[in-house]
């Protein structure tokens, strides 16, 4: 056990779920970690910083601006309250009460999750359309009306049956001057995916900044200029460096995390990434060979139109007489624990009825694998 979590009397986690706030994030790189320690060595004016570091962001990534917020949650906030206020000072203020604003925020119900409550903190409301089997053009269109912001849309909601492909979102907004706002959080490989959203006509796009090697509490805001400066003003920096009054004081980031940011996306988008998969690669050969005499599971490449970033396990639940859900407790409830991810349509809760799950590779540590197989060889 670390002696931290020794001292503080928290049981350790192996993290084969993956970049999950719940469990810290990710870990920054060495190099990131050196540009952190760096930054200590003088204090800086955060308002300066996080301009600079939004100009740099933005020229990495080829679109018009880019902000620092304290995650991708942050900026569908401030990016939600950009579109509702502009610069205007005195809407700034008022929010969350939203009278006089265009509040309303349309998203397909097939793109529906938690994290689109980040759009209400400053007051908008989400109107859903659509149905079970499909959302059409005609629904999107039926919704908009006098207190509609803007149409808000989960990437990559092409995966997801039955939802209208962004292009086709895009489409109906701006024939209405409606703006889009897309919550774009690990969608950071392929690295074009940083710029696409933004390049297809999307007018903010959030991303969380872990996803590519950064801090958990940190993310960026990409889009149009006019409205990148809405949500800086909106943000915790136009509370500090002006006299105005912003709702997201309480989500501000501090000055190792914003440079954290701008060295996490440099190192992503220079680096080899085939060289990132081959390390999967050889740790998820070694899970197979460990085992590889366990009777009743197969095993299965994650995803399997690749590249691959982990390793499904499949039981025989009869022959086993346990559950995937069943393993995934078990795991948890170890020392260390060891954190999995379920193969349901929700990852954190897995059906009683599932029959697999998945040992992810992307923030699992060196030496992990091991204590994983051996531990699934005990339960199994």
């Given at each position: 056990?670390?002696?931290?979590?020794?001292?503080?009397?928290?049981?350790?986690?192996?993290?084969?779920?993956?970049?999950?706030?719940?469990?810290?994030?990710?870990?920054?790189?060495?190099?990131?970690?050196?540009?952190?320690d760096e930054s200590e060595g003088y204090y800086?004016?955060?308002?300066?910083?996080?301009?600079?570091?939004?100009?740099?962001?933005?020229?990495?990534?080829?679109?018009?601006?880019?902000?620092?917020?304290?995650?991708?949650?942050?900026?569908?906030?401030?990016?939600?309250?950009?579109?509702?206020?502009?610069?205007?000072?005195?809407?700034?203020?008022?929010?969350?009460?939203?009278?006089?604003?265009?509040?309303?925020f349309i998203i397909q119900k097939q793109l529906?999750?938690?994290?689109?409550?980040?759009?209400?903190?400053?007051?908008?409301?989400?109107?859903?359309?659509?149905?079970?089997?499909?959302?059409?053009?005609?629904?999107?269109?039926?919704?908009?009306?006098?207190?509609?912001?803007?149409?808000?849309?989960?990437?990559?909601?092409?995966?997801?049956?039955?939802?209208?492909?962004?292009?086709?979102?895009?489409?109906?907004?701006?024939?209405?001057?409606?703006?889009?706002?897309?919550?774009?959080?690990?969608?950071?490989?392929?690295?074009?995916?940083?710029?696409?959203?933004?390049?297809?006509?999307?007018?903010?796009?959030?991303?969380g900044a872990k996803y590519f090697g950064s801090?958990?509490?940190?993310?960026?805001?990409?889009?149009?200029?006019?409205?990148?400066?809405?949500?800086?003003?909106?943000?915790?920096?136009?509370?500090?460096?002006?006299?105005?009054?912003?709702?997201?004081?309480?989500?501000?980031?501090?000055?190792?995390?914003?440079?954290?940011?701008?060295?996490?996306?440099?190192?992503?988008?220079?680096?080899?990434?085939?060289?990132?998969?081959?390390?999967?690669?050889?740790?998820?050969?070694?899970?197979?060979?460990?085992?590889?005499?366990?009777?009743?599971?197969?095993?299965?490449?994650?995803?399997?139109?690749?590249?691959?970033?982990?390793?499904?396990?499949?039981?025989?639940?009869?022959?086993?007489?346990?559950?995937?859900?069943?393993?995934?407790?078990?795991?948890?409830?170890?020392?260390?624990?060891?954190?999995?991810?379920?193969?349901?349509?929700?990852?954190?809760?897995?059906?009683?009825?599932?029959?697999?799950?998945?040992?992810?590779?992307?923030?699992?540590?060196?030496?992990?694998?091991?204590?994983?197989?051996?531990?699934?060889?005990?339960?199994?």
């Amino acid at each position: 056990m670390s002696n931290i979590y020794e001292e503080l009397g928290v049981n350790p986690v192996i993290n084969a779920m993956g970049h999950r706030t719940l469990l810290g994030g990710g870990t920054p790189s060495p190099e990131v970690r050196a540009v952190m320690d760096e930054s200590e060595g003088y204090y800086a004016d955060m308002g300066e910083l996080i301009d600079r570091v939004g100009e740099r962001v933005a020229e990495m990534l080829d679109v018009e601006a880019a902000l620092i917020t304290s995650g991708c949650a942050a900026a569908l906030a401030v990016g939600a309250a950009a579109i509702m206020t502009g610069q205007d000072v005195a809407k700034i203020e008022q929010i969350p009460d939203v009278l006089g604003m265009r509040h309303e925020f349309i998203i397909q119900k097939q793109l529906r999750v938690k994290y689109d409550r980040s759009m209400s903190i400053p007051g908008g409301k989400l109107v859903e359309v659509g149905n079970i089997e499909e959302t059409t053009a005609d629904h999107i269109e039926e919704a908009i009306g006098p207190n509609t912001a803007a149409i808000h849309y989960l990437a990559p909601g092409d995966r997801l049956p039955g939802a209208l492909p962004i292009e086709e979102v895009i489409r109906i907004g701006h024939a209405h001057n409606i703006p889009i706002i897309v919550d774009a959080a690990g969608e950071v490989y392929p690295t074009s995916l940083l710029s696409d959203y933004v390049k297809m006509g999307a007018d903010l796009v959030a991303y969380g900044a872990k996803y590519f090697g950064s801090v958990n509490s940190s993310g960026i805001l990409t889009g149009k200029r006019d409205l990148i400066l809405a949500a800086r003003m909106n943000s915790f920096i136009g509370f500090e460096d002006s006299p105005t009054r912003t709702f997201a004081r309480p989500m501000k980031v501090d000055r190792q995390e914003v440079v954290a940011v701008y060295a996490a996306l440099r190192e992503w988008l220079t680096m080899n990434h085939e060289d990132r998969f081959a390390s999967y690669d050889n740790r998820i050969s070694t899970i197979r060979r460990e085992l590889s005499g366990v009777p009743h599971i197969s095993l299965r490449d994650d995803p399997e139109d690749g590249p691959t970033v982990g390793l499904k396990i499949i039981l025989d639940t009869n022959a086993l007489g346990k559950t995937a859900a069943d393993v995934i407790s078990e795991l948890r409830t170890g020392t260390p624990s060891i954190w999995v991810r379920s193969d349901s349509i929700h990852p954190d809760h897995p059906s009683p009825d599932d029959d697999a799950f998945i040992i992810g590779m992307k923030a699992l540590q060196e030496g992990g694998e091991k204590v994983i197989t051996d531990r699934l060889k005990e339960i199994l």
